[in-house]
């Protein structure tokens, strides 16, 4: 079967640096997404990776290691607004996206 | 303001029910989505379409039906609701299949 693995929590201090990681087993791999969901909210797009190495948005990057079949989403200089869900998912070889149950990120002051 | 507007936000419903949750989009993206979120699981794809006049079963199809008669709607309809349908259900949409996901707001429903 297809399945996503990503920690159901986390906690880090503002101003730190976090990472979240995802590990996929899927049929076949057309690309990997994450997205940030606040809580009551709709999941925003943050990154996306199809070829292995590091992608880098601001203050967020996107790990990706095709034949580990693993990524990390990178946050740092750690916001209290970026206290959210964040989702990873990953596009099999139907072009579905197979979506992990998401890693609950808290930020404390 | 372009996207994704879903309707309605939230609704309570007696089980046996029938219930039609509305989506509709201004970026005329080909590809439309309809899943379901639950807590403690990941999104769940209900049913798709990738253009217009075409639709496909997702992973938890059962007790759900759409219709897609033009580009912008698509709407997602329960039959006869049972309260396992209890659920925050978002909308989405894309360019093709292989583009990113722009989801609505959501529509939160509870089957009693």
């Known amino acids: 079967g297809q399945n996503i693995d990503q920690p159901t929590e986390m906690t880090a201090t503002e101003g730190a640096i976090v990472q979240i990681n995802c590990t996929y087993q899927?049929?076949?791999?057309?690309?990997l997404f994450w997205y940030q969901q606040h809580a009551g909210e709709a999941p925003t797009f943050l990154s996306y990776?199809?070829l292995d190495g590091l992608e880098e948005k601001g203050r967020f990057s996107s790990f990706l290691s095709r034949s580990k079949g693993y990524s990390y989403l990178l946050l740092k200089e750690l916001q209290m607004k970026d206290s959210a869900s964040y989702l990873c998912a990953v596009r099999d070889s139907n072009y579905q996206l197979i979506w992990g149950a998401g890693t609950k990120l808290i930020i404390k002051p | 303001i372009a996207g994704i507007t879903q309707a309605p936000t939230s609704q309570i419903l007696a089980a046996g029910r029938r219930m039609t949750l509305r989506c509709t989009q201004d970026?005329?993206?080909?590809?439309m989505y309809w899943y379901r979120q639950d807590l403690g699981l990941g999104l769940r794809l209900i049913h798709y379409s990738n253009t217009a006049g075409t639709t496909g079963k997702g992973e938890v199809p059962d007790g759900y039906s759409v219709s897609r008669a033009n580009t912008d709607d698509f709407p997602l309809t329960l039959a006869s609701a049972v309260p396992s349908q209890t659920s925050v259900y978002f909308c989405a949409s894309s360019d093709g299949s292989a583009g990113e996901l722009f989801f609505g707001e959501g529509s939160r429903l509870t089957v009693l």
């Open positions: 990776n199809v």
């Open positions: 970026m005329r993206h080909n590809a």
């Open positions: 899927t049929s076949g791999f057309n690309g």
